[in-house]
């Protein structure tokens, strides 16, 4: 303890495990804290990335914004994840808490590497979680795949998400999204109609929306947004299994 501060200095060959019960014991003692990894060779990205998961599933309510500085902190200092593209979240049952200060974490950190963002089997995630990553696709210069399947998100979840996404001027770089089982629903396409419009989705080329809830006027507004928008030619892929198009839906 420096000043009220935590630092924590590690060798990459020591106990991961109990590097990250150190951390959150720094957390808990209320102290600001500054991550320094002396790495190992024998330091994986699966081990780094397994330390993130562990750093996320500190946030609680109330303590967002601290865990996402943390977690931007970690992000920056860590040589691990210094050139890391993908981040893998699949099947970390976050918390809608975790998921937001990720998100946040996501918008804030000055390493630009991370371009692929996989949050798959999720269910934890919600309207909170879901505006976070929406306002992370508007602002963000380098995030080029976002995954959002399984995560059992609402329709007024996907709504918070486009939402955020439109109310955010300038183009994404995003050209994958996935929302595959969720219930996006008819306000959800149509929010997601409106982000289209407003330009901020236009390097989008794939869009899976399996099992999504929709019905043949939704999917029909949507196919239109999509393809009157400007970068309409680089659309490769859009998924609509499992949804209940009818006979102009699937025309469309």
Do not use: Y
Not at 36 to 44: A, E, M, Q, R, W
């Amino acid at each position: 303890q420096i000043k009220g501060h935590t630092l924590v200095a590690i060798d990459g060959d020591r106990d991961l495990a109990r590097m990250c019960s150190q951390l959150q014991a720094g957390w808990k003692a209320g102290g600001d804290l500054f991550i320094t990894l002396t790495l190992g060779h024998n330091h994986t990205t699966q081990e780094a990335l397994e330390s993130f998961r562990k750093v996320a599933l500190t946030a609680t309510s109330g303590d967002v914004e601290v865990v996402a500085r943390r977690l931007m902190r970690f992000l920056e200092v860590n040589p691990g994840l210094e050139h890391i593209q993908e981040l893998n979240c699949k099947g970390w049952r976050l918390s809608d808490e975790a998921g937001t200060a990720i998100a946040r974490a996501l918008s804030m950190t000055s390493t630009a590497s991370v371009t692929l963002v996989k949050m798959m089997d999720n269910p934890g995630l919600s309207r909170q979680a879901a505006c976070a990553f929406g306002c992370l696709l508007a602002s963000s210069k380098v995030i080029q795949e976002l995954g959002l399947v399984d995560c059992e998100l609402g329709e007024e979840d996907i709504v918070a998400l486009f939402e955020a996404v439109a109310q955010h001027p300038g183009a994404s770089p995003l050209r994958k999204l996935a929302l595959t089982n969720n219930v996006v629903g008819g306000r959800g396409a149509a929010t997601l109609a409106a982000a289209v419009k407003a330009g901020t989705l236009e390097a989008l080329e794939e869009l899976w929306l399996f099992n999504c809830q929709l019905g043949e006027k939704c999917a029909m507004a949507l196919l239109e947004a999509l393809a009157q928008r400007a970068g309409a030619s680089r659309l490769r892929v859009v998924v609509l299994s499992g949804n209940e198009l009818g006979g102009r839906g699937a025309g469309a």
